[in-house]
Structures are given as structure tokens and as C-alpha cells.
DNA sequence: TTGAAAGCGCTAACAC
DNA sequence: GTGTTAGCGCTTTCAA
């Protein structure tokens, strides 16, 4: 007992050695199992103690590998500098957490090719469950995940043809609560900046434009719809075109995002359009910094923090009882932010159509 | 080769056995050693074949506890919703990508006790490298790790005491930049809006902020110096206090970061004072969306890329070569972004003291 | 050109 | 109450 322990390499078979216990019961020690296995009050502290005062942490590499169960997540994105994405992730990883998970994290960068690549490094690193964020149109890559034993699920984009829980806006109510937003303020000629064709929120959105349109009696001018990416340098562009040849043509614009609405917001300026005064503006994703902006935008918020709830949850379901993997989606509602870059323009438009089947 | 496989589970070995081959040679083979151990070009295609079909992955697990190398760096921030971490985060993952590192993101929420919490975590899950973007005033929980074997590298903020490579911006030289600018227009009531005391970012951009005034001939009025933390609200209340009590006793404001303008541009609006024309603005910490606001602001820029380029540099260093540790910083230029937030108010202030030895 | 064997650190089944 | 043993999937000597 007195004798200079012999500071065996910090591990639960060197602990064990200088106690001249078993590996098995510091492990059960050491994983709080003492009482359930009768362990002596004695030993058990004796092992704490000792561990405690080596700072020794478990190895949870070789947990993961006797427990075939590694507690992480793979997470991979399309963009963590994006701050929807930024907010996103907070959230799950908090919620993660809380269930004792951690969170490899990826950023696909836009990049299909290396998305691929991502999701087959995740794989090899025997993650628990996976969260996508999927970019671009193509699903190929994404099928082999989303048939296997891996929990699976979809965020914001997602795929008809894919049988995967799916987490996201309503992106189509969405889209129509800014259009019967425009049309509230008697706004009819309204532009749209898309994002990138082929992704669900992109579809969805212009659905919801279109089919508002329409409902509200007015046709869809293709000339109007304009752009094909989630970034700020769409939104510049699909602006300046806009602008040389459709100006006077149109009294509001639609943004799909927020990165093209600051985009977009740029190319105004350098016409010397004035928003509200000139053309309203609507951008989907609310930031709170927009509030700040000259003039605040009015936007379509997501629900983030809701969101992210139900990542965790439809994850965590999936984890607990495989078995019951019955693919479920969830569409949480947007709302709307009402600041100041509508200005009213005239008598409210009224509806024709009945309220279509959603 | 006709009878039909017995598609051992997917690994080596069961890849082995299917082949009749040692696990040996399929592990070289899929390692990409089959060159230099002189394996048999139909050996290999053989492995490769298989392995493509199954869409067999190594199990880096496994490959981790044998090797004691995880290939896994932890990344511990604050905040990762705070646009300053996330675009570090972004840049950090995609360089230590390149060098074949994947990373456990870890967010503290500006809790000290959550970060110990954290950081204890990823001791367990034996990253081979951390890289901390520590909170709070202490560090008494880091000092476990930063003498110890694993490669560790500081952000944003760093302790003295501690002897650990760190990356920053000269934020010193930052909130010198800020304050000069403002008294080239004249200003020299100057109130400044701080974060957290004891932060390195904090205490190093209110020692710039003392000295410039200080350099200036200028007495530094200490009921100017307000709020105590990184965020909005912070910033709003801090804002709130000197508007009340202050008014008409200060014609400039400098905040420490882009969440504190934030929160002092709503007291400003609620106040109805109107940016520069009654008071002008700094905020430390540039926002490409601070173009936007009104009026758009200038700020101090912190290098993103080159700090997250640092940052891996520093790391990947360590982990290279552990012995030939001298804790080395990395001090970061910051650049001023002119805009519109800072109104000329009268002619600029000479400077009256030699320029201090930094 | 390939294989056999050992062991990374942990836990669970099965002793006693 | 506690120990023994086996094995998770991989790589790496050492041997042939």
C-alpha cells in the first residue's frame, strides 16, 4: 500500500494493475455501475480516487469498438458559414448532446463531388446517425446511405424519391404568406430571385410563388423569375438583369434567401433603386440583423429552433427502435416579419380561386 | 469463384475470408501498399473489386485504437451561431480536411463549466489535436491540457500563464485603428462598449482604446467604458446606461463586436439618435451584411482566412513534430472598413506623445 | 508475394 | 463482490 505506485499508461487495465483489481470492475466502477454490481464500497472508491487524481478519462475509441456504437453524429452541411446553417447546427449539437452524442462536422461546401466524399469518410467513421443537409439536385450519391441500417435524416432539402425522415419548412406556405403579403400592399407585378433548381426549397418556394399567383387570378410572367443559386452573387446578378431589362416592369421582388436578398440589395443600389419607395422586397430566412438594414426587411422567418428539435428527435426515434423506421417527414411552419421594405402601392387584390388542396 | 459468397459482415477480414486471402493483404491492398509489399496485380484487383461492390469502408475506428491516432481534431468555440466562429469554424475544417484530419465541433455557449465539461469529452474521445476558442476569465481548467501531450492551439482569446501556441488578431492594434479614425474626424469624447473583462479580445481592444486616447493627449473618461459581455444584449444595455446618463457627453461609440453594435444600434434607435449625425459608430469584428445597415458601418476587419490558416499551420506543426514545441503566437493584422457610421465633426486631433513601443 | 499472431483499450458473458 | 476470457476491426512485426 505504500509502496510507489507504478503509474502504469492511463488506461482502465493500468488503473486496474495498480489497485490490483480487475479491468472488469473498475470498468463497472468507472461507469457508474458500482451498486448494481454489489461492488464494495471500498474498492469502488479506491478506483475513483485514483482515477480522479491521474485525470483519466476512458477511452472511448475502444469503447466504440467493443460497443460497435461510437455516441457520434455525423452532421454535414452545405455551409456553416451560412448563418441559417450556423444556428442549425448550435441547436442539434446542443440537443445531441443533452442524449450524450457528439457531432462530426462536415461542410460539403456546395460541392456534390465532395459531399460523396464526406458521407463515405462519416460511414468509415462508424457514426451513429447521420444529419444532410443534401446540396444540389442529384440523389444517386445519397441513396446508398438512406436505404441502409443508418439512421438517417433530411434537412431542409429533401428528396421525393428517397424514403428518408425529412426535417423543413413549409417552404411552399412560406412562399405564399410573402406573395399575399405583395398582394395585401396591391402589389401584381412581382419579380422572383430563385436558388438553385432541382432543391426542394428552391421548388417549393417558386410553387408557392406561382400557385399564389394564379389563385389570386394574375399570370405567371416567366420573365419575372430569375436566377439559379442560394448565394449572394445570384442575387446581384439575377438583380442587374432584372433591372436592364425589366425595369418599370415589376414593383416587388421575392428573394428565396437571404444571401441573395443582400445580393440583390446591392445591385438596387447601384440603380438607384430606392426599397421600399421604388420596389418592395420580401427575403425568405429571417436574420436579426436584418432589422438593421436600410430599410428592415420584411421576411419570411423558419423556425429554427423548432427545427432543430425535430432533427434530434425524428434521429433519435430512429436510433432507439430501428425497427420502426416508418419514414415520416416533418414541415414546420414559417412566419412572417413584418418591418418595412413593403410599401403599399394600392387596394388590396383579392382572391379568385378557392383555397387549393396544399 | 462460381459458388456464390458468403458476404461475410463488411470488413476486413470478412473481406479476407470471402477472398481467401490473410486480412494482411487486404488491409495493404485497401491501404493503397500494394506497390511497395509487391502484392500480385490480380491480389489486388481482386480486393479492390470486392471491396467497390460492397462498398466496403474501413472501420477508422478500429484503425484508431490500433494506431493511438484518431485523425480527429476538437474544436471547442463559444458560440457557433456567432458568424465570427463559423466562418473561422468553416475555414479551420476545410484546411484540416486537406491534411486528412476530420473535426468534433464542440460549443461551450460561453459557459466555463460546460466547456470543462466539453473539453474532458474530447480528452475521451482521443483527438489527436484541440483547438479552443476559450470563455470566460479563468484557466484553470485549461492549464490540465495545455501542458500536456496533445497538440492544442488557442483562438481568439489567450492567457498569458498559459505557455500554448495561440492564434489572434492584433486586436491592441485594432481598436487603435478605431479610435484614430475617429479622432481624424475630430471626435474626442469617445465611448466604448465593452465585452467580457478578461477576455484577451476584450482587455487587449480596451488597452488600445485607453493608450490612443492617452497617445492623444486625451484623459480617458471611465464613466465612457461600459458593458461586461460579448452579446446583444449587453449591448443594448450598456448603450442604454450611457445614453441616460450620458448624453450629449460623448459624440462617438466604440463597440467590441458586431453583437454589441447590434444591441446599440436598437438603444441608439429607441433613443432616436441617429447614426453618425449625432453619434458615429465603430464595431469591431467586420460583417459583409454591415453594408447593408443603416447607415452601413464602418468597422475593423479581423483576417478570417489567414487566422483559420494559422490556426491548422500551428496545429499541424505540433502534431508533426510533438518535441520541438515552443509555444509561438500568432499576432494577426486587423484592417479598418470605411463606410458611413463615423460623421466628420471638426478638424483632426494631433497626436501629442511619441508613438509607444507596442 | 503472402500469412499468422499479437495487441490497441474496452466491456459483457460467464464464471466462482 | 470480483475475476477470467474473449473479441470488437484493424495494422504490423515477424516469419515463410
Known sequence: MKTKSKTNPLSITGIAKDLGLSPSTVSRVLAGKAKSFHISEATSKKV??????????????????????????GVLIP????????????????????????????????DPALEAQLLELLTGRQVDGLIIAPVGQSSA????????????VMVDRFFKNLKVPYVSSDNYSGARQAMEFFLENGHTRIACLKGLNGTASSDQRLRGYRQTLIDYGLKVDESLICGNAFDEQ???????????RHRRNFT?????????????????????????????????????????????????AQPLKELGKAIVELLL??????????????????????????ARIGPPIARKAARPTH
Chains 1, 2 share one sequence.
Open 48 to 73: 475513483l480516487e485514483l482515477a480522479r487524481r491521474r485525470k483519466f478519462t476512458p477511452n472511448a475509441i475502444a469503447r466504440g469498438l467493443r460497443l460497435l456504437k461510437t455516441s457520434t453524429i
Open 79 to 110: 455551409d456553416i458559414s451560412n448563418s441559417f446553417y450556423a444556428q442549425l447546427v448550435r441547436t442539434v449539437t446542443e440537443g445531441l448532446r443533452r442524449h450524450g452524442y457528439s457531432i462530426i462536422l462536415c461542410d460539403s461546401q456546395d
Open 141 to 152: 450519391h445519397l441513396a446508398h446511405f438512406c436505404g441502409g441500417a443508418k439512421p438517417v
Open 234 to 244: 445570384n442575387g446581384y446578378t439575377a438583380m442587374k438583369q432584372l433591372l436592364n
Open 252 to 300: 416587388a421582388v421575392f428573394a428565396m434567401n437571404n444571401l441573395i436578398a443582400s445580393g440583390a440589395l446591392i445591385a438596387l443600389k447601384e440603380h438607384a433603386v430606392k426599397v421600399p419607395r421604388d420596389v418592395s422586397l420580401i427575403a425568405f430566412d429571417e436574420q436579426p440583423y436584418f432589422l438593421h438594414y436600410n430599410p428592415p426587411l420584411t421576411t419570411i
Open 317 to 342: 426515434e430512429q436510433i432507439k427502435s430501428p425497427q420502426a423506421r416508418r419514414p415520416r417527414g416533418v414541415l414546420l411552419p414559417t412566419s412572417l416579419v413584418i418591418r418595412e421594405s413593403v
